[in-house]
């Protein structure tokens, strides 16, 4: 598991990757990962390598978005497994984020 963030264009774009288990476990590190970027960025949240997620990493992304300006946020989530966008979309998370 890890999570790893990387930003450019000044700070108008932060990219998070999630590799391995995406849970409660790593709600300190995701969190860190946002918390001191601007809120009017674009967010990019890349889940090629993410392996499993759990109703905390929903809570996790309502709380990045929550960051990011609500219903004014630009979040992309990108490189979902089939049984990820599957769990998002039960939640209705492609109401609320970009899903690729």
Do not use: P, W
């Not at 601007?38 to 997620?53: F, V």
């Not at 759990?54 to 992309?76: P, W």
């Amino acid at each position: 598991m890890a999570i790893s963030q990387s930003v450019a264009d000044g700070g108008k774009e932060v990219t998070i990757s999630i590799d391995g288990r995406f849970d409660f476990n790593v709600h300190q590190d995701f969190r860190t990962a946002y918390r001191d970027q601007k809120s009017d960025a674009k967010y990019i949240i890349k889940m090629n390598g993410t392996d499993y997620i759990d109703s905390s990493a929903l809570g996790m992304l309502l709380l990045l978005r929550e960051h990011a300006g609500n219903d004014n946020a630009d979040i992309t989530i990108t490189g979902c497994k089939d049984e990820i966008k599957k769990i998002l979309s039960i939640a209705n998370f492609e109401r609320l984020f970009k899903i690729n």
